[in-house]
């Protein structure tokens, strides 16, 4: 278990690199700001419902294995973290400010 706790470590950091690695030039700073909170906040709220929900139904469903089910609330947290801030940044960078919206 340990050892998967390291690959979402590991893989947590890398979608936050990418993502602000990623960030485009040649737009408002105000703007890009408020974006990057918004999608990090929206990352945020869905790492929580997703790892409270999973924690209450498999505290439910398996009550003695306590562990196990905290294990799984945070790898499911930090998946839909991930996968919102993916999203997010594809948003972001196509969507929002696409290259014909940048200065050159």
Known sequence: MHFMVLILVFLLGAVLWGYFHANPQGVSRGKLLACNVAV???????AAAAGVLLLEDGL?????????????????AGTAFM?????????????LFPLSKRAR
């Open 40 to 46: 990090l906040a929206i990352g945020a709220a869905a």
């Open 60 to 76: 439910r469903a398996k009550p003695g294995e306590t562990g196990l089910v905290w294990f799984l609330a945070i790898m499911g």
């Open 83 to 95: 996968i919102v801030v993916a999203a997010g940044g594809l948003l972001r960078n196509l969507v």
